[in-house]
């Protein structure tokens, strides 16, 4: 809850702390794009997914966004090729070929991934030491909260982040201290 309390009084101009942006958007590159595609595909498709590697991916420069398509597959039960746009600054879905009443972020599962894909640019592979990573689903707001954790003798801060369940968006990254 205390994420959450940081981003709301962000949002009102009363708090020092302030939203981590990188200077080329939080999917700055065809990597992080890839990782919250499969993300998404994973909670809509299943683990077939993986059988449309190697992914297609495309920047959109008058969109400012990624084109990311797998490939078809004829054991998918969607017989359509996958496809979904990701917006470089925020991350927000803007297509993918198939949308859920659950929203493009529908469980944990694939928050957390989200999570990790924004985070290993901005912190690198170190984030994996604030493993496990804590969910909480705010139903009211409709936004997922993902932490990290360090272990019970040592003290710092840890990262965070907000994302909207139903299009992805990224609300707020921070990394405490």
């Given amino acids: 809850m ?3 309390l940081n981003f709301l009084q962000s949002l009102n ?3 020092n702390r302030r ?3 990188p200077e080329e958007g939080y999917v700055a590159d065809k990597e992080t794009a890839i990782r919250i595609a499969e993300a998404i595909w994973l909670s809509i498709y299943g683990k077939k997914i993986k059988q449309s590697k190697p992914f297609e991916v495309t920047y959109i420069q008058t969109l400012d966004c990624w084109k990311v398509k797998g490939t078809s597959s004829k054991d998918l039960s969607v017989k359509s090729v996958k496809e979904i746009v990701i917006k470089k600054r925020h991350g927000e879905i803007s297509q993918a070929g198939h949308f859920s009443i659950r929203g493009f972020v529908p469980d ?5 991934k989200i999570a990790v894909a924004i985070w290993i640019p901005i912190y690198g592979k170190r984030i994996y030491r604030e493993e496990p990573f804590i969910v909480k ?3 009211i707001l409709r936004y997922w909260i993902v932490t990290g954790t360090l272990p019970g003798n040592i003290f710092g801060g840890v990262a965070e982040i907000i994302i909207k369940k139903s299009n992805g968006k990224i609300l707020y990254v921070m990394h405490g201290c």
């Fill in 108 to 112: 944990k599962e694939t928050a957390k």
């Fill in 19 to 21: 939203n981590y942006i």
């Fill in 2 to 4: 205390y994420v959450l």
């Fill in 137 to 139: 689903y705010i139903p």
């Fill in 13 to 15: 101009g009363n708090f």
